[in-house]
């Protein structure tokens, strides 16, 4: 497998993964904390607009997405999957944080206005520290979903220069033969990053995902 192209298809899954993981997370942070704390006209319209694009199906969007990514010179790069993909996940995330903002202490918030800190300094030091557990559940459901994108990776990239490495397998189909023996081993290779980070970041995971369950 190592012989092959696999671990070329294995560093671009790893440039197109963690830079999506940081601006998704990043993004739905900031989104979460606007859309959670602050009361305006339209905070709920603009939340559900964040949410309606979880409930579109991805497959009508091939061809306008792929014909985007032609028009703006980001086909068949790790620059367009990537920005595609923070741009299809912020809502899930948004989501997500906004949720998890809710359910904080809004009293903390008040005590820092009271004293006179700058909303950009309590999102920093107050609200962010207390985002951990869910930062990390966060990370981990969107490393997978992510690292195991197939769909977008063969509609958006072809070559090794910017596929993944779950395209990249397919690599191994010849005409006439397929060797499966090497799309079994890469297939175990390309499982064990998302399986690793789910066991570093196992306690922060869970606790992400059932803090507020029992209070």
């Known amino acids: 497998v190592f012989t092959s192209s696999m671990p070329r298809y294995i560093m671009n899954s790893f440039f197109i993964t963690i830079p999506t993981v940081i601006g998704a997370v990043a993004l739905s942070c900031m989104t979460g904390f606007a859309l959670g704390v602050y009361k305006f006209r339209g905070n709920l319209l603009i939340f559900f607009i964040f949410i309606a694009g979880n409930f579109v199906p991805f497959q009508i969007l091939m061809v306008p997405v792929r014909d985007l990514t032609l028009d703006m010179g980001l086909y068949n790069t790790k620059t367009g999957l990537v920005l595609f993909h923070i741009a299809f996940q912020t809502g899930f995330c948004t989501l997500f944080m906004r949720n998890f903002i809710k359910a904080l202490p809004y009293e903390l918030i008040e005590a820092a206005r009271v004293e006179g800190i700058a909303e950009w300094r309590i999102f920093w030091f ?82 992400g995902l059932t803090l507020g369950a029992v209070k």
């Open 126 to 207: 107050v609200v962010l520290p207390l985002m951990k557990p869910a930062i990390a559940a966060l990370s981990v459901l969107i490393f997978t979903f992510i690292w195991n994108d197939y769909f977008w990776a063969i509609v958006l990239t072809q070559g090794e220069n910017a596929q993944p490495v779950t395209a990249g397998i397919t690599s191994f189909n010849a005409q006439f033969r397929a060797m499966y023996h090497l799309m079994s081993a890469g297939s175990i290779v390309a499982a064990l990053p998302p399986v690793l980070m789910f066991f570093l970041m196992q306690k922060h995971f869970i606790a």
